[in-house]
Every structure is written in structure tokens, then in C-alpha cells.
């Protein structure tokens, strides 16, 4: 990839950010890794969203769309195209708070631009008593990255609260808005995601930024103080509730920030955390929970961890609900067979001196230990993936987008 800047359109001029005119992707992401950019842009407004992205297509330049940049593994060489960012916060709320004879009350549909801090906008849910997003808290990023990963934690997924999402579509140049029954989510995958490669890898048209760039979330939330049903048995056992019950919203959430805080999964600055803290300066996890068919999950080691694979539509209209059970399908911890293929907390390919190492809270994150380039984070994942295939004879597959790079 070169690292010169490419020629740019005037209204693609690059915007200054922390004093330089052309900032690099270190800055840009929580791993603090990443070269140069080409050009840099950002968004206040839906309409200098769409002219940044297609003044960017039109003069035939790759294009990175980012929000809060905690999905992005960038190569040290940079992104010799535009990068974009959409910085709006802020939503509209429509609220319908009667209730029927059958206990089941109305619901909030909120609207959000697609540049809104998502753990903003859940501590602001939870205090209005908007219920499904709970167990999202502590999750980095922005809203419109939400459903393109339809992002996930301690049994919930996004895409139980999703009606609709607003998009402008690159490869007609128009608006195309798509609800729930067309956005084909599934585990930490969706339509949008799909078209991000178009059927190919790195050559793909779209890459690294899908075909459908988003541009706002209408989500349905129900009305309440009480939890959507609790589907993860850790987060349960932490609160002293059921599997499948339910449990005051904002004892939910600050149970999840401190189980998340506890991982190093989560920014500084979140959920009181003193800064700086290397094992927060990461991807999140880095290699999503395997799935496997039933009769290949039967070949696990017998401690290997098994749950339940749940559809990821909702099965009602009246708030999030645990999906039906696929039975054909099991998934397994990413973090188990990382650490049952040999690699502890705080591994490094050089031991301790490494600047690149698992965190030493949790083996699914890799961490930036200071001074780490991209190159030493992909040899790291590198070694891990293929520690495990020799082990288990299972592939990890990365979450995080690699621009640039690849394992």
C-alpha cells in the first residue's frame, strides 16, 4: 500500500485533528496503531456524511467510514484514501407509555444518527427506562457500527432491538432504508456487514467500508424498570436471578460494567477507570466464540464450554426476548481454546518484554502494552489463531476489521 497522500477533491480537504492536518490511525482507534491517512474528514451533518462518502467514490478512492474506531486493526503503512467520521450525537425519542389489558406496555422508538457514543446512549436508555440494551453496556464505539457487527454481550444482541436502519447505498448514490426483516442478522454479522467484502477479500469494491454506509438506527425499545429476560449465566449468578428472568435495568448495567472492567473490556475513563491502563487499550475481543455443528462441537474436549446458539430475531413485538434455540449448532469460548492451547494472560511472542500481549484479564483481547506497531499485533493473533487450529483443529475467526493487513 503506499503511503503517500492521494490527490483529493477540494471537499475532501483533510480536517485538523489534535493539530495536524493529516492525523494518522493511531489516533483514530483503541489501539493506538495505524499509519497515515490520505485525507480526513468529519461528519456534523447527514448531508456532509454522504458528499465526504461519495466524493471519496466518485474520484475513485478507497474509503474508511469510522465512528469510535474500537473495531480497526489499520496496517503501519496507513490508508492511502479518505477517511470519514461521523461525529453526531444526540436522538429523537417517540414514547407511547399506555398500557394494555395484558400487562404489556407501549415502547420508546428512538432514532439515532449513527455517529452517537453508544455506551452514552445506554446509560441514557437505562435512565429513561428504556428496556433491551442493558447488557450493551460498556461497549465502545457508536451507534452505526451496532448493526453492521450486530454487537452483543451477556446474552443480548442489538439486533433485538433494531427496526430499522437508514443507509446511503454506494453503489446507486441514494438513500435505502431497511427494516429488520431484510438486515439477515446473525451471530456479530448482518446484510451490511456482507456487503462490506461483496463476495471477495481485500479487492472487493467496498472494502473496508460496506456497500450500505449507515446513517441512522430506529430502535424499539419497551418501557419499564425491569430488565429484557437475562440470558447469560455469568451476568445472572452476578445479579442472584434465573437464566431467563429478569432484574432491575440499572443494576444490570453497572453489573456488566464491572464484569466488563474486570476483563479490561472497557475504554478509559469508563465506569470509573483510571487511566492510562494498557490491557484497555485493545480491540475488545479479538476472535469471535467459534460455531460449530453439533457433531463437530461433540469432539471437543469434555471442559470445552457449550451454549446455546439463539436466533438473533426477535421472537416478539413487544421488547427483546431470547431467540429459539438452534439445536443444530453449538458455540464454544474463543478465550477457553486460547488458553487451553497454551496462551496465558499477558502472553507475548517475547515474553513480558513484548509490546504486544494477551491482556492479563482476559486471553480473547489483544492489547497495545505501549509503543506495539500493527505488524506485532497481527504476528501475536497470527500465532494465536494458528495455536488453536493445531490444537483444536478450529479457526478463530477475527472480529476486529483489518485494513491493510491480514492474518
Known sequence: MSSHAPSTPADLAPSPVGGLDVPSLAELTTLRVGGPVGAYVEAGTEAELIDAVRGADDAGLPLLVIGGGSNLLVADEGF???VVRDVRQGLDADLTDS????????????????????DGFVAEAVANEWVGVEALSGIPGTVGAAPVQNIGAYGQEVSGVVAAVRTWDRATSSRRTFPLSELGFGYRTSLLKRTMRSGGGEGAPWYPTPRYVVLEVLLQLRLGNRSAPVG??????RLGVEVGSRAPSDEVREAVLELRGGKGMLLDGVGGAAAPDHDRWSAG????????????????????????????????TTGPSLGVVDESLVKTSAAWLIENAGFGKGFGLAGEHSPARLSTRHTL????????????????ARAVRDGVLDAFGIELEPEPVLVGTAL
Request: aromatic share 6%; proline share 9%.
Open 365 to 380: 483481547a489483544l492489547t497495545n502494552r505501549g509503543g506495539a506497531t500493527a505488524a506485532d499485533l497481527v504476528a501475536l
Open 285 to 316: 475481543s479479538f476472535f469471535t466464540n467459534p460455531v460449530l455443528p453439533a457433531d463437530a462441537a461433540a469432539s471437543l474436549p469434555s471442559g470445552a464450554p457449550r451454549f446455546p446458539v439463539r436466533s438473533a430475531t426477535p421472537q416478539t
Open 232 to 237: 447469560y449465566a455469568e451476568l445472572a449468578r
Open 80 to 82: 492511502a484514501g479518505v
Open 99 to 118: 398500557c394494555g389489558t395484558d400487562g404489556a406496555c407501549g415502547g420508546a422508538s428512538v432514532t439515532l444518527p449513527s455517529g452517537q457514543d453508544w
